[in-house]
């Protein structure tokens, strides 16, 4: 199998999502890794800048004697957590923007016959329609796990497909949202193993980016508690958190891609749209041989 045809459109299994995930990112590694770098690292590495910023001044503050005064709790922590989450959902907003419309690109032309930049200039029109679909589904998630935890989980579940389902049929938030649900009917439990394993795996990645931090505040931390004279290193406090944003941008690649290979895979289970474009094909090669 080459990137000619490598193909999207297909019932898969549990297995085979896994496989062709992990396939599809390997043909076009070079071009996902490069709209990565352009588009989702840069507030990747905003939220290290922010993360290492605030672990530095928690750091010096604890060394200090004093713990973490009023003040400080109520403007740094605040203030900081609030930048590193918002560069967070942006870094996620763009990744997914950015994943999903390569994918279309890729559907729509084929491999190799479209540039990375097209695909900036083309996921632009959709993120404010992404993000608003993000904050919404949040919002909703967050809901149904104050009402109970279980519907929490299965609302976070089915909303998982809300971004293919707009960057792909080019519906609106709230149809979106409503499609999700109807698409992922029968296949809730498959959906949410798909989604479980793929956040494992993620998460080990991810865990390895944050291993240089989480070393480095805990041997400070116990340093400093020993009574030990020692400053915190601002600069490798930034640097590996720089290392812990980035590498959370990069990850994003293996969940969002195996999320539209889910939605290819429902929609064809349901409406069977590459069998329909076979048969056509078919019907249209007799036609032409007939004649």
Known sequence: MTTENFRLEKVRDFGLLFSDTFLFIKYNFKNLLKGMLYYVVPFGLLQGVVMGLFQYETLLSLGNGSGINANYSSSTVIYSTLA???????SYTVAIAFITQYIKLYRDKGANNF???EVGKAMLNNIPKILGAIILSGIIVVLGCILLIIPGIYIGVCISLVVPIIVFEDESVGNAISA???LIKSNWWNTFAVLFVMGLI???LNFVFQLPSTIYQLMSTIFM?????????KSLLILFSIIQGIGYALIQVLPLTAIVMQYFNLIERRQSPALLKDLETVGNNETSISK
């Open 84 to 90: 590193s989450y918002i560069f967070m959902l942006i």
């Open 115 to 117: 540039e990375v930049n």
């Open 225 to 233: 508690a020993n009574g030990d004279a020692m400053t915190p290193s």
């Open 180 to 182: 999700c649900f109807n």
């Open 202 to 204: 993620s998460s080990a």
